[in-house]
């Protein structure tokens, strides 16, 4: 965020109160949201592995990757890929 701040040249605090009055979330919670959604496509529509599709989304370690998911959708990154097969 410090570093996105620095490239429009503003104050990381007012910054991050701009860019949840335009997105609605702060800036982590938008990133986290994009990368879930990222991985949810590629579990839907991939056959990689789930720490494949972890590090492509954007997440450095498989086992907080998957905590994260399962606090998101309240179902783990295999059980999401299984359901959405079968439903």
């Known amino acids: 965020m410090a570093q996105l701040a620095a490239e429009v040249h503003i104050n990381e605090d007012y910054f991050s109160r701009l860019f949840k009055k335009v997105t609605g979330f702060l800036p ?3 990133l ?3 990368r879930l959604e990222k ?3 590629l579990l839907l529509f991939s056959d990689e592995s789930v720490t494949e599709i972890a ?3 954007g997440f450095n370690n498989r086992t907080y990757f998957a905590k994260v ?3 998101a959708t309240n179902k783990s990154p295999k059980e ?3 359901r959405e097969e079968i439903g």
């Open 39 to 41: 991985a949810q496509q």
């Open 80 to 82: 999401y890929r299984m």
């Open 32 to 34: 986290s949201k994009v």
């Open 55 to 57: 590090y492509k989304s």
């Open 28 to 30: 982590n919670a938008y």
């Open 69 to 71: 998911f399962k606090e």
